[in-house]
C-alpha cells in the first residue's frame, strides 16, 4: 500500500508544461538530485537530448527562468536509467517506488489498481485464516462443553458457578 499512499506525492512532482513536457527540477528537487548535473546527462545521451526542450513558468518556479522540460518518453528514460543506490539513503525508498509507478502516473496504467487488488486479496486470506480459526475454537469450545456437561455428569449452571467462584478442583473432577 506505500505505493498507493505515495502516489499524491509523487504527482505534486510531476508538473506539467504546455501539457505535453514536464519539468524535471521538481522531480530532482523531491529526490534531491543534482538538477545541473540532469541537465547535462540530458545533453548527452543520445535519446534523451532529442525529448526535451526548455520552458518557463513563473507560477511554479516564482520566476521567468527556463528550466529543462522532458516528454513523457524522456521522463520514463531518464527514471528508469538512475541507479537507485545514487539517491539518498532516506528518500531511495520512495525514489524506487518512483521508479516503479512512473508508467502508471504518466499513462494511467493498472499498476497501482493490480497492487491494490493483491493488498484486498492478502486482507481477505488473513481474515478466512482468522475465521476458520475462529470456527476451530468454536468446536474447541463445543467439544469442552460436551465433556463437562455429558461425560462429567454436570448441568450447564452447575460448572459455570463453579468456573466463576474459581473451583477448578472441582471442575477437573477433584474433591
Request: proline share 3%; charged share 30%; net charge positive.
Amino acid at each position: 500500500m506505500k505505493n498507493v499512499q505515495n502516489t499524491a506525492l509523487y504527482n505534486s512532482a510531476i508538473n506539467y508544461a504546455d501539457g505535453d513536457y514536464i519539468f524535471v527540477k521538481p522531480i530532482c528537487d523531491l529526490f534531491q538530485i543534482n538538477y545541473d548535473s540532469v541537465v547535462k546527462r540530458f545533453q548527452k545521451d543520445p535519446i534523451l537530448k532529442f525529448c526535451t526542450s526548455k520552458m518557463t513558468d513563473k507560477n511554479l518556479f516564482g520566476d521567468n527562468y527556463e528550466r529543462l522540460v522532458v516528454s513523457k518518453m524522456g521522463l520514463l528514460r531518464w527514471i528508469q536509467i538512475i541507479n537507485g543506490q545514487t539517491i539518498t539513503p532516506s528518500l531511495r525508498e520512495k525514489f524506487l517506488d518512483f521508479q516503479k509507478i512512473s508508467f502508471e502516473l504518466l499513462y494511467g496504467g493498472n499498476i497501482l489498481k493490480d497492487q491494490y487488488i493483491q493488498y484486498v486479496k492478502k486482507e481477505i486470506g488473513e481474515l478466512d485464516a482468522l475465521r476458520k480459526e475462529y470456527s476451530r475454537q468454536g468446536n474447541e469450545i463445543k467439544k469442552k462443553k460436551f465433556h463437562i456437561e455429558k461425560v462429567m455428569g454436570m448441568e450447564p449452571g452447575e460448572w459455570k458457578e463453579l468456573v466463576a467462584h474459581g473451583e477448578p478442583a472441582a471442575i477437573e473432577g477433584g474433591e
